[in-house]
């Protein structure tokens, strides 16, 4: 069972370097980096929808946001870079 928490962990910790990665590269379009940088502002930033005064709800939904971000982020490829 650690085994399976271990490769979950470092799935996600993969993707969201792939989100990073998707992030600065310079070929990713504008509108991309838009929505992944206002996404990252608003779970950063401590003005919500839900505040985080209300237990669980109020966390769940920046999780829930940045969870949504990373997965989508995931979904564009990074072209290679064999130089």
């Known amino acids: 069972m ?9 799935r996600l910790l993969a993707m969201a370097k792939h989100a990073v990665a998707v ?3 310079k070929e990713t379009p504008l ?11 608003y779970v950063l930033s401590p003005w919500d929808l839900i505040p985080e005064a209300i237990p669980i709800i109020g966390i769940l939904d920046d999780f ?3 969870s949504l971000l990373i ?11 064999d130089e």
């Open 2 to 10: 650690a085994k399976e928490q271990l490769n979950l962990f470092s």
């Open 23 to 25: 992030f600065r590269a």
């Open 31 to 41: 509108y991309v980096k838009l929505i992944l940088g206002l996404g990252l502002m």
């Open 64 to 66: 829930t946001l940045a």
């Open 71 to 81: 997965a989508w982020a995931n979904g564009f490829s990074l072209p290679d870079n």
